[in-house]
């Protein structure tokens, strides 16, 4: 796929211009969920520090297109963000050279102009914030930076972005006879509080520094989206804001609240625990996951720092005491530092993706609907026994089973209890969640309400 990475000093417009062509242009739910692609945008410098990925669907075809933090920002994350700057335009096929329109060349702008020069990289010059037509008259300066014409944009009024298309397809390579197979990534959510590892578990799981880490509460301000292959499986890894209750910024509010919606989007939860701040918190979180039918692997950070089997054991005995309100859910002792257990935290993600997508012939659903009613004993009320006739699972991740019976308020909570452990364990369904619904014996005709 091709490779578009948008460039520029701090608070020209970047995340706008990003956001903009892929909300114009947002690529189908196959390919990914649009809505976690966005970047955070605010009006303070520095905001966006690692490299934020979306694709952008057009006419002419589709482009990957990434996002940046400011160059020459003068703050201390200035040396890190050039890297990562560095190694997108390495795998670029065009750099977008952000400059904000209604400003005089700055010097960071020249530096950055010089920055790309060195690059050997195609280079469109695009102007942001022209929202009145009149200000295309003192483009002319930007001509000084060395790439030609800039293209006059506004992402408040939606202005230029048409010919912003044009522009960049007219300077992407032709390639012939290139065929892309349409897979769609397995979904990981990497969520916890701020600094319980999340960032080092990405970047030890990519074998590179894609995103900044730092002892710094609330280093990682966005959602950050990361495609990569494993074991003949393809996964897009969402690096997320650490979750706190009380926000102290507008920004780290943004972020927080992009970093749920990734809970809502992912396909598999991975629950970052640092072992010595494990509380409420956690449980919190995997409860939203479950609630929202997202499996989750409980993932237990910074397991090098654990020095005798002494300490493990002690440390392994108080989490599951902590956690045994989710104990049925698959719990990994990882390392971002050795590289412990990575490999298979990926596979337990493969399976647990595939396990959520399992569908059981209905043959089989009631053979074991007339098992299950001859280990209990059914509600009974006045003299009135709750009858089950049928059992049908109609959708999957998360799969859900509708039991169609003659009085669905009969149905008590143990029992109903009772029918989801069996369905964990005979069904094999404990580690993931799923839904029960039961239906009133009018309602296999068509009526009636979920209960």
């Not at 706008?16 to 189908?28: E, V």
């Not at 009149?134 to 972005?161: I, N």
């Amino acid at each position: 796929m091709y490779r578009v990475v948008i460039v520029g000093r701090p608070n020209v417009g970047k995340s706008s211009l990003f956001n903009k062509l892929l909300g114009l242009r947002a690529a189908p739910e196959k390919y990914a969920k649009a809505g976690s692609q966005f970047a955070v945008v605010a009006d303070v410098p520095g905001v966006t520090r690692d490299l934020k990925e979306g694709v952008v669907e057009s006419e002419q075809g589709r482009f990957k297109l990434v996002d940046t933090g400011g160059l020459w920002s003068g703050d201390v994350w200035e040396k890190k963000i050039k890297q990562k700057v560095e190694r997108a335009i390495q795998d670029a096929d065009l750099v977008l050279f952000a400059v904000d329109g209604r400003s005089d060349i700055a010097t960071a702008d020249l530096e950055v102009a010089d920055f790309l020069r060195r690059q050997g990289r195609p280079v469109l010059l695009v102007a942001t914030k022209i929202d009145d037509p009149k200000h295309q008259a003192y483009l002319g300066d930007f001509y000084a930076l060395g790439f030609g014409e800039a293209v006059p944009t506004s992402a408040a009024h939606s202005r230029g972005f048409d010919e912003l298309l044009e522009r960049i397809w007219a300077m992407l390579p032709v390639r012939q006879g290139e065929s892309e197979p349409e897979v769609v990534p397995i979904r990981l959510a990497i969520v916890g509080r701020p600094n319980a590892g999340k960032s080092s578990l990405l970047n030890a799981i990519l074998g590179e520094e894609r995103v900044i880490v730092s002892e710094i509460p609330g280093t990682t301000r966005d959602t950050i989206d990361v495609e990569f292959d494993y074991g003949g499986s393809r996964f897009l890894l969402v690096d997320t804001a650490g979750i706190r209750k009380r926000p102290e910024t507008g920004v780290e509010e943004q972020a927080i609240g992009r970093a749920h919606q990734a809970i809502l989007d992912a396909d598999v939860v991975l629950l970052v625990v640092d072992p010595r701040e494990l509380g409420d918190h956690e449980l919190k979180l995997a409860n939203e996951a479950l609630d929202a039918g997202k499996p989750v692997i409980v993932t237990i950070t910074k397991w090098d720092l654990i020095e005798s089997k002494e300490e493990a054991k002690r440390v392994r005995a108080d989490l599951a005491l902590k956690l045994s309100h989710i104990q049925h859910l698959p719990i990994l002792y990882v390392s971002s530092v050795t590289k412990q257990n990575l490999h298979k935290l990926l596979s337990e993600a493969a399976r647990l993706y595939e396990l959520a997508r399992a569908r059981f012939e209905t043959a089989e659903l009631n053979r074991w609907l007339s098992v299950w009613s001859t280990q209990t004993m059914l509600p009974n009320f006045k003299g009135k026994p709750l009858k089950l006739f049928f059992l049908t699972q109609p959708e999957v991740a998360p799969p859900t089973f509708v039991f169609f019976c003659n009085h669905p308020e009969f149905v008590t909570r143990a029992f109903e209890g009772f029918l989801r452990n069996r369905i964990g364990e005979d069904l094999g369904l404990r580690e993931i969640p799923f839904r029960m619904v039961f239906r009133g014996r009018r309602e296999s005709k068509g009526g009636g309400d979920a209960s």
